[in-house]
């Protein structure tokens, strides 16, 4: 079954449009191609306007698992830790589809 690798992001309304601009444009493609995921897309919360998904897909749940031990996720959360600092906190999920 496939499955979603999720990064959920919180951002306070003064970095919203620079950190949208960059995750459209920058990090996004970058982590999609790191991660080699089949697939990546984003959202933000209607219900909460300051939270932030990314979402990317993989064949199955051991390949979304493996982002998070692998070399490309360290580079990647260096990058953005030195690009938000402790101004944009962050989560992240390995999901399974269902059916």
Do not use: Q
């Not at 970095?15 to 990546?40: G, I, N, V």
């Amino acid at each position: 079954m496939p499955a979603w690798f999720v990064v959920r992001a919180v951002v306070s309304e003064p970095d919203r449009r620079d950190f949208d601009k960059w995750y459209r444009t920058e990090h996004l493609p970058d982590a999609a191609k790191a991660f080699a995921a089949e697939t990546a897309w984003r959202a933000w919360s209607h219900t909460d306007p300051s939270v932030h998904y990314a979402y990317y897909r993989f064949p199955d749940v051991a390949s979304a698992e493996a982002v998070n031990t692998s070399p490309a996720i360290r580079t990647l959360v260096a990058e953005f830790d030195a690009r938000w600092g402790s101004r944009v906190t962050r989560t992240r999920e390995v999901l399974e589809v269902a059916d």
